[in-house]
């Protein structure tokens, strides 16, 4: 089991107020069987961190795509910081580790509930914010969140390969046809560059790091092109 200290050590972050970073893992079973103590449980933290990691990604995608619509923006926001994808991040770093519970929870498999670690990942952003401010947050977020973004992880909550599908079958006679045309840069960092073509036309071009992300992305720009985004 890892303890607070080589977690922080890990992380690259030392908290001034240790109390406060315990607290984001203290889950509520473990303060109700620990009343003699003064210690409180994480729901606060989770409250404020879910407001600041909000922030962090909202910021991120502005910047990130400018060209991205809003509603675009806010489906995108949304695949990144529901409960499936915040169990993920918390994995990522043995969270399920560190947490706090009572006795009854433990025994149910609390440790391992999703909707708890994702209530930790929360009260923990809530607490480096706290302990650190916001500056900090995105450092973190910088290493554990965005490439993950920018790596196309979240790719299926714009499936444009689904609206542009959607689109040209107004044309019950129109094909869709994408092709992989090149790849390049070396093994750890291969890029590909896809071709959308729409009853043999070249209709748009997109580039990722996956065949996936690059299909979507040609995706997209037939759709910009077609006056359909």
Do not use: W
């Not at 404020?48 to 502005?62: I, P, R, T």
């Not at 990522?92 to 909707?115: H, S």
């Not at 560059?193 to 071009?205: D, K, L, S, T, Y």
């Amino acid at each position: 089991m890892e303890d607070f200290s080589s977690f922080q050590d890990k992380i690259h972050v030392q908290f001034q107020n240790v109390a406060l970073l315990e607290q984001a893992f203290t889950h509520s079973s473990y303060v109700n069987e620990h009343r003699k103590t003064d210690r409180e449980d994480n729901e606060r933290l989770e409250f404020l961190g879910d407001a600041v990691l909000e922030l962090g990604v909202s910021q991120y995608l502005y910047r990130e795509f400018p060209e991205m619509a809003e509603g675009e923006l806010t489906k995108l926001r949304a695949s990144i910081v529901c409960e499936i994808s915040l169990v993920n991040f918390a994995n990522d770093l043995n969270f399920q580790d560190l947490i706090l519970l009572g006795k009854g929870e433990e025994m149910t498999g609390g440790r391992n509930r999703p909707a708890l670690l994702a209530d930790v990942f929360e009260a923990f952003i809530g607490a480096l914010y706290l302990d650190k401010g916001f500056d900090q947050v995105v450092l973190f977020l910088e290493k554990y969140v965005y490439p993950k973004i920018k790596d196309g992880a979240f790719s299926h909550a714009m499936d444009y390969k689904s609206q542009l599908q959607e689109f040209i079958q107004r044309d019950r006679s129109s094909r869709i046809e994408y092709e992989i045309v090149e790849e390049r840069g070396p093994a750890h960092s291969r890029e590909f560059i896809a071709h959308v073509r729409v009853q043999g036309e070249n209709a748009g071009i997109g580039i990722g790091r996956t065949k996936k992300e690059a299909e979507q992305k040609a995706a997209r720009q037939a759709l910009m092109n077609q006056g359909a985004m």
